[in-house]
């Protein structure tokens, strides 16, 4: 095993650049808060490819948590169903803190099979990481976002 190599969780995570700009437009329009919504798309054995972006209502409207709007969530989970994607995960913004789950979001994370993305805006570029959550300790993902021409 090299070093950096991860045993347990090998996936890749695919998501467009056109979905990305569309989370950090959102994410930027609700600054102060934090903004946050699910994940859903295409799993092929590792491969996870990110189809659809939901944007739910942060019903905390807070600077530093996030509640999904129980609501929207239980719309959201139907919309997969109707479009055959599955949940790969949720997503939501740090508008002041840096890329990494909170010491509450890890508290919160009760599904290991979810990924976690968190958007930063603690710099002038935005930052996008996602994460895996498990007994209380985190892992950074292999989340690529592409475009048609080139992989970053
Ligand atoms: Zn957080």
């Known amino acids: 095993m090299q070093p950096g190599m991860n045993s347990k969780d090998m996936s890749i995570i695919r998501m467009n650049c056109e979905l990305y700009d569309q989370i950090v437009q959102y994410a930027k329009e609700h ?55 599955k949940p790969i995960g949720n997503w939501h913004s740090h508008p002041s803190s840096p890329s990494r789950p909170s010491v509450e979001d890890i508290k919160l994370a009760y599904d290991k099979d979810a990924s976690y993305m968190i958007l930063s805006f603690l710099t002038a570029a935005p930052v996008f990481h996602s994460f895996h959550i498990e007994n209380g300790a985190y892992e950074k993902e292999d989340l690529r976002v592409f475009n048609e021409e080139y992989y970053f």
């Open 31 to 85: 600054l102060p808060e934090e903004s946050c919504g699910l994940i859903a798309g295409a799993i092929e054995g590792d491969s996870k490819t990110i189809k659809k972006v939901y944007f739910l209502e942060n019903v905390d409207h807070a600077e530093d948590h996030f509640t999904l709007d129980p609501k929207e969530q239980l719309m959201a989970v139907k919309d997969m169903r109707a479009n055959g994607y």
